[in-house]
């Protein structure tokens, strides 16, 4: 890959990496691409419970060294003015993922103390697959089997 086409790469990715925050400023301005984003949405009026959630997930991505900038959580948490799914569709846009995961904030009961090492174990799972489809040349059928 030529220089000119790294640095329009780079561009463009910062381009699609900065957001505005209320007050019409940047608050990030370049994001490396991160393998798993938790995508977590709720409402204002379950403080406490957001606190909570916030605090052990945090404490789940401390304690990982290996996978340390393989996992981030991205909030949007608003009074009720956004419906769930205008939440979901601003938190798609303004992650910078492969894969991500929704957890809304208003139903979590209970949060697994290695949710983020289960989710990346998977992925490392699903990603291990897929190459060894490729490597073995397997294709998918473009048509369903005639019966």
């Known amino acids: 890959m030529s220089k000119e086409k ?11 990496s900065a957001e505005m925050n209320n007050r019409g400023t940047i608050v990030k301005t370049s994001v490396p691409r991160i393998l ?9 009026s379950n403080k406490k419970e957001n606190a909570q959630i916030s605090d052990k997930l945090q404490g789940q991505l401390n304690k990982m060294k290996r996978n ?38 208003n139903d979590i009961f ?9 989710l990346l174990s998977k992925i490392r799972l699903l990603e291990n697959a897929v190459e060894g489809i490729k490597s073995m040349d397997i294709k998918v059928s473009p048509d369903k089997p005639k019966k």
Do not use: M, P, Q
């Open 6 to 16: 790294i640095e329009i790469n780079k561009a463009t990715a910062l381009k699609e």
């Open 36 to 44: 798993l984003e938790i995508l977590l949405y709720g409402n204002n």
């Open 110 to 118: 209970h949060l697994e103390k290695d949710y983020i090492k289960s």
């Open 68 to 105: 340390k900038h393989k996992a981030r959580c991205l909030w949007y948490i608003d009074s009720g003015e956004k419906s769930d799914k205008e939440k979901r569709e601003w938190l798609i846009k303004n992650s910078f993922c492969k894969y991500y995961v929704f957890l809304d904030c």
